[in-house]
């Protein structure tokens, strides 16, 4: 499976991380919801093709419930897909998520997806009533269920955590599938997962260099032909920023990424983040940030290694002004992706 400049998704992602105004105040978490929605409708008008919402329940993050956000976006634009990024399946329902996404779809036209995964954080455990100790098999239950519900219309399902359900269709019907990618961090596991499941493979690329992670990508291939199926999609997820020149890029985005470092470091024994060790992320790792020749290459480069379909940029990082965002989305789309398509179509021509 190899990538084509001409059906190559491009993409961003956010997490409502709590911003702020031009003169550094914090924003409110309400107004970062109202923002993320501003920021969908420019994402659609600048011909951004797909906005990831993450789901966190977490003080630096805004956005804990996706879809009034994703509906919200929906309804006002014309041709961006709008999912999760991700839905933390192991503290959801999926009955109650397939019918939410469902009812979206129908009043979007099926631009709806889902991103599913168990999540960085726990937050969602204790807040909800799950215990932690059942983290792998709530999500390996719910996740089969799921995946039910979007490839067959009458269901039967027997688990640990539920009643039985035998041949149940669940309402409403969506038009179309509910496109369900798989999120994985770089587990083998979880990878042959999205493949036995036939589902597209979404990987979260937030360190190192994207090229380590070709043997998932291969992995995922040879499963499917071990299986006689065809693969799906292959997405990646990471972080960046774009600014006119890449010394302006660095110096705007390093301040709220050292900040959002340090916060969630804080409960996981990070050390703080050098900015020696931010450049050096910057030039051999995971981080897109720079002018837009800059950025277009490197994801050029990352989509051409990997033999991608979608890329997703992360474009918001800690507590950034909200109008630096917005400027970020409008050269992404305006600039960025049509130079990215540019580079891969004259790396297909060779």
């Known amino acids: 499976m190899s990538f084509d400049p001409n059906t190559l998704e491009l993409g961003l992602d956010t997490f409502g991380d709590i911003t702020t105004d031009d003169a550094g105040v914090r924003l409110s978490q309400a107004q970062v919801i109202r923002n993320t929605v501003d920021e969908g409708i420019l994402a659609d008008q600048v011909g951004v093709d797909y906005l990831g919402i993450g789901e966190h329940h977490r003080p630096d993050f805004a956005i804990s419930n996706p879809e009034p956000i994703m509906t919200a976006i929906l309804t006002q634009t014309r041709a ?14 999926p009955i109650r998520l397939f019918q939410r996404l469902s009812t979206i779809n129908a009043m979007a036209g099926g631009r709806a997806e889902v991103t599913l995964g ?3 954080f726990t937050e969602s455990f204790p807040l909800f009533g799950f215990r932690l100790e059942d ?34 269709t669940v309402y409403p019907r969506p038009e179309t599938p509910i496109r369900t990618w798989r999120g ?5 596991e979880s990878v042959f997962s ?6 597209p493979l979404l990987i979260a690329i937030i360190g190192g260099n994207p090229s380590r992670f070709a043997p998932l990508v291969e992995l995922y291939k040879r499963a499917h032909s071990q299986m006689g199926t065809t693969p799906k999609a292959v997405g990646v997820h990471s972080p960046g920023f774009v600014a006119e020149t890449d010394d302006q890029a660095r110096e705007i985005y390093f301040d709220g990424y050292q900040k959002m470092h340090a916060s ?14 931010f450049l050096h992320e910057i030039e051999h790792g995971s981080l897109y940030v720079g002018s837009v020749e800059t950025v277009a290459q490197k994801i050029a480069g990352t989509v051409a290694t990997l033999g991608l379909q979608r890329f997703q940029l992360k474009y918001s990082s800690g507590p950034q002004k909200a109008s630096v965002l917005m400027r970020n989305i409008e050269l992404y789309g305006t600039q960025v992706i049509p130079r990215v398509r540019e580079i891969l179509g004259e790396i297909a021509s060779i």
Do not use: C, M
């Open 80 to 93: 961006i897909r709008v999912g999760t990024s991700v839905t933390v399946l192991s503290s959801d329902d």
């Open 118 to 120: 168990r999540g960085s």
């Open 135 to 168: 983290y792998e098999t709530l999500f390996d239950e719910k996740f089969e269920l799921f995946t039910q519900l979007v490839q067959t219309e009458s269901i039967s399902f027997q688990g640990k955590h539920r009643a039985a359900l035998k041949n149940v």
């Open 184 to 188: 994985v961090g770089g587990s083998p």
């Open 194 to 199: 999205a493949a036995a499941h036939d589902l």
């Open 264 to 277: 969630i470091g804080a409960s996981r024994g990070w050390p703080a983040l050098r900015r020696e060790d």
